[in-house]
């Protein structure tokens, strides 16, 4: 299958600073990707969905002035975690999805700890 | 929102058929049911899809009923390695950017 990256695989930061993480598509044009984050033994919750070139939706409950998501490129989408917070430790995934594929291809998660 | 639903967990001796079933009763005529697989602290794996009929691959074998009402996903000979969860998901459209939402998955163990 397809291969989504997704940089970095985990990462700490202080409380109140902000981080970004990293998706791409390597061997296919990605023209939606999605966010997901996950809580320990829980599934995946979809934060977003983006559209390259447009401005992402987000599912309800998800502040988009906190998730800030960017789509410029058909090859990279990133998550930027504003003003994180400890409540905002999770392992955030991405998933990947062509034009004309008809599966999603997910990266291989971040696991984000705020301290 | 989830449309399906799935046996929280489940075990397999090792070299056997895993069957594992998902009802997707409120399913539309035009969705497709997906199945993807997490194994533990890495991204989700695509494994199979299927619209109403019966599918199979390398990996595993969809089964969907007649009334499409619900599904089985057959791993025909289950290995340690096949200890995941495994997640049913239902969507419209293959060649659109729709949503994937996850349920709760089953929780499959392999036991040798």
């Known amino acids: 299958g397809a291969v989504v990256s997704q940089h970095p695989s985990w990462v700490i930061c202080k409380s109140g600073t902000s981080v970004k993480i990293e998706c791409r598509s390597l061997?296919?044009?990605?023209?939606?990707m999605f966010w997901y984050r996950q809580f320990p033994k829980q599934s995946l919750m979809l934060m977003a969905t983006?559209?390259?070139?447009?401005?992402?939706?987000?599912e309800q409950g998800v502040e988009k002035d906190k998730f800030l998501i960017n789509h410029a490129s058909l090859t990279l989408s990133t998550l930027t975690v504003t003003s994180a917070h400890p409540e905002d430790s999770s392992f955030y995934i991405c998933?990947?999805?062509?034009?004309?594929?008809?599966?999603?291809?997910f990266g291989q998660g971040t696991r984000l700890t705020v301290v | 929102d989830a449309k399906t639903t799935q046996p929280p967990s489940m075990d397999c001796a090792e070299g056997r058929a895993a069957n594992l079933p998902c009802n997707h009763s409120?399913?539309?005529?035009?969705?497709?049911v997906y199945w993807y697989r997490q194994i533990h602290s890495q991204g989700p794996q695509y494994i199979i899809h299927?619209?109403?009929n019966n599918e199979t691959n390398e990996m595993a074998s969809l089964i969907i009923t007649e009334d499409r009402k619900s599904s089985t996903l057959i791993l025909p000979h289950a290995t340690l390695r096949d200890t995941a969860v495994y997640y049913c998901?239902?969507?419209?459209?293959?060649?659109?950017?729709?949503?994937?939402?996850f349920g709760t998955g089953t929780s499959l163990t392999v036991i040798p």
């Open positions: 998933s990947a999805k062509g034009a004309r594929g008809t599966e999603a291809f």
């Open positions: 061997d296919f044009q990605a023209t939606t």
């Open positions: 983006s559209n390259e070139g447009s401005k992402a939706t987000y």
């Open positions: 409120t399913i539309s005529g035009n969705e497709y």
């Open positions: 299927g619209l109403k």
């Open positions: 998901i239902v969507r419209v459209a293959p060649n659109t950017g729709n949503q994937f939402y």
